[in-house]
């Protein structure tokens, strides 16, 4: 007899489905799994008839054939263990009815008693289900929340197997999980552990995130050990717009399908805030693999990647990241595939200014030899640097502000405000053009139409670049970042104070690091 059921395969942070054909025919016991499996799912058949038996079905002992279509795509993963089993018991005729089979998605992995594990990708699966038209999708109950934020599309979670043979053949009570999408998504979005006015001191360097938030701009923080650095990056999300729905969805079906969503967990309502150890591979930063998975550039999408101590990450998993920082994707090409992951994100670095960390210290002397400091600060290159917009030095607190009761520091709620309406402007500006939000995403050719700027500010922004000796893309970059400036102001134009402000966040260049 010949069933079939239907499954999805996760391709980037898409999913296409998968036709599960069954049949059982007499001859030898013998099982096949065709349709370009991997070694996961044609280990799945031990799995399945051990959770058939223990759950008292019966496993076929005839011929059993398990086709999985279209056969040109690579079936990856534990998660097809569900659909082959059910399709493998419809098969048996152990399922009063299979005509309802065909309504149905369904993805789980097996244990060897039955119960079901959660998988990865729910969400990107439940969204092709429904664009193809199915009635509904069965998931792990772990991973139920997630899938139903998809409407119009009946989710039901499960924790065995034989629930999904229960409720096949009429006899299950079980209703589809519905979850309040908006309200889920609008209730979290503002709480936050941390604030800005936990950060005693260090006012010019809470104006320089709060530039980076509002244009979306690169920074990297310079100074030494203790300095607050990472206390102040770490803050950084808070001041960000919150995300919009369609934001929040992309988010999170990049961790769906990376398997980073806490269990029972729906929609990401936060911009997230990745901070990988400096010890990352290129694979681990960029993504890779042989069934691709997204890395550590894409799990900040829509938010911050903070790189602390920068020097001491490998030089060539720095490099990689040079593409990907200017097209806000990366692709990941393998002999049969090419994947997209979108890393549209903000990246803030810190690093000390030289190995002992006390160069140009107040107070600290520098123990470290003749040419360490040039040394490390080459482990960063030229063109890497290039392309962050801020460069901020941060000083040691002084004891005097440490030492107050009294808190007079912004809270990040009100700088929130004034980067939500810097935002809002931008978004305003660039209405017309797809994708763009925000001044740090524009092109050249945008930059001159909307970055225009007075003869009293050519005179200064030409006396800038001859004296630092900048690049052509700093001169962009200090361009984006004084209308950013302007916006902050509400100002329609940029004047020769913002070009001011904008060129002091470049003049901090290697040599001047170096003394």
Same mark, same amino acid.
């Given at each position: 007899?010949?069933?079939?059921?239907?499954?999805?395969?996760?391709?980037?942070?898409?999913?296409?489905?998968?036709?599960?054909?069954?049949?059982?025919?007499?001859?030898?016991?013998?099982?096949?799994?065709?349709?370009?499996?991997?070694?996961?799912?044609?280990?799945?058949? @031990?799995? !399945?008839?051990?959770?058939?038996?223990?759950?008292?079905?019966?496993?076929?002992?005839?011929? $059993? %054939? #398990? =086709?999985?279509?279209?056969?040109?795509?690579?079936?990856?993963?534990?998660?097809?263990?569900?659909?082959?089993?059910?399709?493998?018991?419809?098969?048996?005729?152990?399922?009063?009815?299979?005509?309802?089979?065909?309504?149905?998605?369904?993805?789980?992995?097996?244990?060897?008693?039955?119960?079901?594990?959660?998988?990865?990708?729910?969400?990107?699966?439940?969204?092709?289900?429904?664009?193809?038209?199915?009635?509904?999708?069965?998931?792990?109950?772990?991973?139920?929340?997630?899938?139903?934020?998809?409407?119009?599309?009946?989710?039901?979670?499960? @924790?065995? !197997?034989?629930?999904?043979?229960?409720?096949?053949?009429?006899?299950?009570?079980?209703?589809? $999980? %519905? #979850? =309040?999408?908006?309200?889920?998504?609008?209730?979290?979005?503002?709480?936050?552990?941390?604030?800005?006015?936990?950060?005693?001191?260090?006012?010019?360097?809470?104006?320089?995130?709060?530039?980076?938030?509002?244009?979306?701009?690169?920074?990297?923080?310079?100074?030494?050990?203790?300095?607050?650095?990472?206390?102040?990056?770490?803050?950084?999300?808070?001041?960000?717009?919150?995300?919009?729905?369609?934001?929040?969805?992309?988010?999170?079906?990049?961790?769906?399908?990376?398997?980073?969503?806490?269990?029972?967990?729906?929609?990401?309502?936060?911009?997230?805030?990745?901070?990988?150890?400096?010890?990352?591979?290129?694979?681990?930063?960029?993504?890779?693999?042989?069934?691709?998975?997204?890395?550590?550039?894409?799990?900040a999408h829509n938010g911050v990647l903070f790189l602390d101590e920068l020097p001491e990450f490998k030089r060539t998993v720095l490099e990689v990241m040079r593409q990907p920082m200017e097209e806000r994707r990366v692709t990941i090409s393998r002999a049969r595939l090419a994947v997209d992951f979108p890393a549209?994100?903000?990246?803030?670095?810190?690093?000390?200014?030289?190995?002992?960390?006390?160069?140009?210290?107040?107070?600290?002397?520098?123990?470290?030899?003749?040419?360490?400091?040039?040394?490390?600060?080459?482990?960063?290159?030229?063109?890497?640097?290039?392309?962050?917009d801020l460069h901020v030095e941060v000083t040691p607190v002084a004891f005097s502000e440490l030492s107050t009761r009294q808190q007079t520091s912004e809270n990040s709620a009100t700088i929130r405000e004034r980067v939500i309406k810097a935002r809002a402007i931008q978004a305003e500006r660039y209405k017309t053009?797809?994708?763009?939000?925000?001044?740090?995403?524009?092109?050249?050719?945008?930059?001159?139409?909307?970055?225009?700027?007075?003869?009293?500010?050519?005179?200064?922004?030409?006396?800038?670049?001859?004296?630092?000796?900048?690049?052509?893309?700093?001169?962009?970059?200090?361009?984006?970042?004084?209308?950013?400036?302007?916006?902050?102001?509400?100002?329609?134009?940029?004047?020769?104070?913002?070009?001011?402000?904008?060129?002091?966040?470049?003049?901090?260049?290697?040599?001047?690091?170096?003394?």
């Amino acid at each position: 007899m010949l069933v079939k059921t239907y499954g999805s395969a996760v391709y980037g942070v898409d999913a296409i489905s998968i036709t599960i054909e069954v049949n059982i025919s007499g001859g030898d016991i013998k099982y096949f799994i065709v349709g370009l499996p991997d070694n996961a799912v044609k280990e799945s058949l @031990q799995r !399945i008839e051990s959770a058939i038996k223990t759950s008292n079905y019966k496993m076929p002992r005839t011929r $059993l %054939v #398990v =086709n999985m279509a279209p056969a040109d795509i690579k079936k990856t993963g534990a998660a097809f263990d569900l659909p082959i089993a059910i399709g493998i018991l419809g098969a048996g005729n152990q399922l009063p009815d299979t005509d309802t089979l065909k309504d149905y998605v369904m993805m789980g992995e097996l244990s060897l008693d039955g119960t079901i594990q959660p998988i990865k990708g729910a969400l990107p699966i439940a969204i092709q289900a429904r664009k193809d038209g199915f009635k509904g999708l069965i998931v792990p109950k772990a991973n139920a929340r997630e899938a139903a934020m998809v409407n119009n599309l009946d989710v039901y979670g499960v @924790q065995h !197997i034989s629930e999904v043979v229960y409720f096949f053949s009429g006899n299950s009570k079980a209703e589809p $999980l %519905v #979850v =309040n999408t908006r309200d889920e998504f609008f209730s979290t979005q503002n709480e936050f552990e941390v604030d800005f006015n936990d950060v005693k001191g260090q006012e010019n360097i809470k104006r320089a995130l709060e530039i980076a938030a509002a244009g979306g701009h690169n920074a990297i923080l310079i100074g030494p050990p203790g300095a607050g650095k990472t206390m102040l990056a770490k803050r950084l999300p808070t001041i960000l717009p919150p995300l919009t729905l369609q934001e929040a969805l992309e988010t999170t079906k990049i961790h769906s399908v990376a398997g980073k969503l806490p269990e029972n967990a729906s929609l990401i309502a936060k911009r997230p805030f990745r901070s990988p150890h400096h010890t990352v591979s290129d694979a681990a930063l960029v993504g890779g693999g042989g069934n691709p998975q997204p890395g550590e550039i894409s799990l900040a999408h829509n938010g911050v990647l903070f790189l602390d101590e920068l020097p001491e990450f490998k030089r060539t998993v720095l490099e990689v990241m040079r593409q990907p920082m200017e097209e806000r994707r990366v692709t990941i090409s393998r002999a049969r595939l090419a994947v997209d992951f979108p890393a549209n994100f903000m990246l803030i670095a810190s690093m000390n200014p030289c190995p002992c960390g006390f160069y140009n210290h107040p107070e600290k002397e520098c123990t470290c030899p003749a040419g360490a400091v040039q040394k490390y600060l080459n482990k960063v290159s030229g063109p890497l640097l290039d392309r962050i917009d801020l460069h901020v030095e941060v000083t040691p607190v002084a004891f005097s502000e440490l030492s107050t009761r009294q808190q007079t520091s912004e809270n990040s709620a009100t700088i929130r405000e004034r980067v939500i309406k810097a935002r809002a402007i931008q978004a305003e500006r660039y209405k017309t053009l797809p994708g763009i939000y925000a001044n740090a995403q524009i092109s050249s050719k945008t930059l001159r139409e909307f970055c225009t700027i007075n003869a009293t500010g050519e005179a200064l922004l030409k006396k800038a670049m001859e004296k630092l000796n900048l690049s052509a893309r700093a001169y962009d970059r200090i361009l984006k970042v004084a209308r950013t400036i302007a916006d902050l102001e509400g100002s329609n134009h940029i004047e020769a104070q913002h070009l001011a402000e904008a060129i002091q966040y470049r003049s901090l260049d290697r040599e001047g690091w170096a003394g």
